[in-house]
């Protein structure tokens, strides 16, 4: 399925008909869950979209960055806004701490961390994809304008991640696998992008 990461030895994915991240971890062969929030969006009722189409079971999305592993999801509560949670490495996992954006989840395309940063994307036309928003998980502070964009390979974009590994920035698009070198510039003194 989409937005599965690997961190740590084990492999994180959304399980199958349930609001729960899964781990599989891969030395013991055995499977955790992580349930969230009563609400939360799963079974393509919370995909990320662009006008012409949603991407099905892109419900939860997972990241990794520095400092572990991330899930993007929302909740009826929050009326189809992203929220962004730590998932702890702890046995079994559990969710740690959670923020609350005010970027609708089906104006996005796809979501990824950096530096504790989540950064969201959205479709500007067959060729293009622009990473417009950005949410620091530090300072709390969103950015709408970040106008970076991004040359695309085929129309889709299904999976964004970044890897801290090799600072690259790895897209799935339709069947191909894409990579871009990611370079960081402190734009002011709070707020890296």
Not at 46 to 58: A, M, N, Q, S
Not at 108 to 116: E, L, P, Q, S
Not at 123 to 134: A, D, G, L
Request: aromatic share 14%; net charge negative.
């Amino acid at each position: 399925g989409p937005n599965v990461v690997l961190y740590a030895g084990a492999l994180y994915y959304n399980c199958y008909n349930k609001d729960a991240v899964c781990r599989f971890n891969l030395t013991s062969k055995s499977v955790t869950s992580l349930h969230l929030p009563k609400g939360t969006r799963y079974n393509s009722k919370g995909d990320f979209c662009h006008l012409e189409e949603c991407y099905p079971y892109t419900d939860l999305d997972l990241a990794t960055d520095e400092s572990g592993v991330w899930v993007v999801y929302t909740t009826t509560q929050d009326f189809g806004n992203l929220l962004l949670s730590k998932v702890e490495e702890s046995e079994p996992p559990k969710l740690g701490k959670t923020w609350r954006t005010s970027v609708y989840k089906r104006s996005v395309t796809n979501t990824f961390m950096a530096c504790g940063v989540l950064y969201a994307t959205r479709y500007v036309n067959k060729n293009m994809e622009e990473i417009f928003y950005s949410f620091d998980t530090m300072t709390g502070k969103e950015n709408f304008n970040v106008g970076i964009f991004i040359n695309k390979v085929s129309s889709d974009m299904q999976s964004l991640n970044y890897s801290p590994v090799d600072q690259m920035l790895h897209a799935y698009c339709d069947a191909q696998m894409v990579s871009y070198k990611v370079l960081f510039e402190l734009m002011d003194s709070n707020f890296p992008y």
